[in-house]
């Protein structure tokens, strides 16, 4: 019998207090493209986009909260919390092991995500750059990356 690795795997990625809805319409766009289960954001609603040429936001489970703590408390059960951020504690993504089951949440690209979001997030990951990327270009290589054939934890 053959095992499928990617058996009861899921993943959503999304935004906190995204700055300009043209991002996450890219981002959408790049989640529907490489196999996420659903999009979200936090504080900043989505509208449609023209960069959202899919209408992902239709295509796939879109979730909004209005506060970080509304959204950790309906995390999927679980599903860890992977924070992307420039920080001193982030891992390297090139060597991380994506979880299985979980929940990618970026910030936006001048203030990065809140204080708490930091520290509830089960894991943090960061490329090997000086400076910040785009929101949507920073999302859409975190879940190229899942797309790889790398262990998963």
């Known amino acids: 019998m053959k095992v499928d690795n990617f058996t009861n795997e899921f993943f959503g990625i999304g935004i906190q207090n995204g700055k300009t809805p043209e991002n996450l319409g890219v981002l959408w766009r790049s ?3 490489l196999g996420a289960s659903f999009i979200f954001t936090i504080g900043n609603r989505y509208a449609k986009q023209a960069s959202d040429t ?7 489970p879109y979730f909004h909260y209005d506060t970080f703590t ?3 408390n309906h995390l999927p059960k679980g ?3 992977v924070g992307v951020e420039m920080h001193a504690t982030s891992a390297s993504l090139e060597t991380f092991e994506h979880p299985r089951r979980c929940v990618y949440l970026l910030g936006a690209e001048d203030h990065g995500l809140s204080k708490e ?3 509830k997030s089960h894991f943090l990951v960061q490329f090997p750059s000086e400076m910040s990327l785009n929101v949507a270009v920073a999302g859409s290589i975190v879940l190229y990356d899942r797309t790889r054939t790398k262990p998963r934890s």
């Open 117 to 119: 979001a930091i520290e």
């Open 70 to 72: 509304d959204f950790y």
């Open 79 to 81: 599903a860890r919390l």
């Open 31 to 33: 989640a529907q493209n």
């Open 54 to 60: 899919h209408n992902a936001v239709k295509a796939m």
